[in-house]
Structure formats: C-alpha cells, structure tokens
C-alpha cells in the first residue's frame, strides 16, 4: 500500500512538471528576443540568490515558503561570465520547477 501511494505521489509530481514546462514554454514563446520584454516576470517568479555566483530561477508557483531555498535541485544548469570592475566571474544559474 505504501509503495502504491509513493507511486502515485511521483506520478501527480510529473504531471504537474510537465504542466509547468507547457505553461513556461508557451511564456518563452511570446517573449520578444530583440527588446525588453517585461513579461519575462511572468515565467522567473522569484531567484534564489546563494552567492553572487551562483544563481537559481523558481518557474511556478510563488509559494516557496516550505522550500529549502539553499538545496533546490536545479535543471537546466548554465554558466555565464561577467565582468566586475576588472574581475571575471563565472556565475553557475539554473532552474528549479516549483510545483
């Protein structure tokens, strides 16, 4: 019995990933990749700030209360380089899906 209500658990968990993923996409979609775009807020909900060179993006629900905001899981993991004064820094970003 309890194996079953684990499989059902992670079952309910992937449908509403891919949910997320459809309704991020659809957002991606209509984003204007030449200007600014402030719909970009719609998709980001928040960011989790570890360092300044390491990053997490929260697509999904805002209520990240019960979150262990400091071990999130991240998908899609990148690197971006930036400058800061004279300082190259390469900052490690992901995004972690909050359903």
């Not at 697509?59 to 979150?67: F, K, M, P």
Request: proline share 2%.
């Amino acid at each position: 019995m309890n194996e079953k209500k684990v499989l059902e658990n992670r079952l309910l968990a992937h449908q509403n990933n891919e949910k997320l993923v459809k309704e991020a996409m659809e957002i991606v979609d209509k984003l204007s990749m030449i200007e600014y775009d402030p719909n970009f807020k719609k998709l980001f909900k928040k960011v989790v700030i570890k360092s300044r060179t390491d990053l997490t993006f929260i697509i999904g629900n805002e209520n990240i209360n019960d979150l262990d905001l400091l071990n999130l899981p991240k998908a899609l993991n990148s690197k971006y380089q930036i400058k800061v004064r004279a300082q190259l820094y390469d900052v490690d970003f992901g995004v972690y899906f909050n359903s």
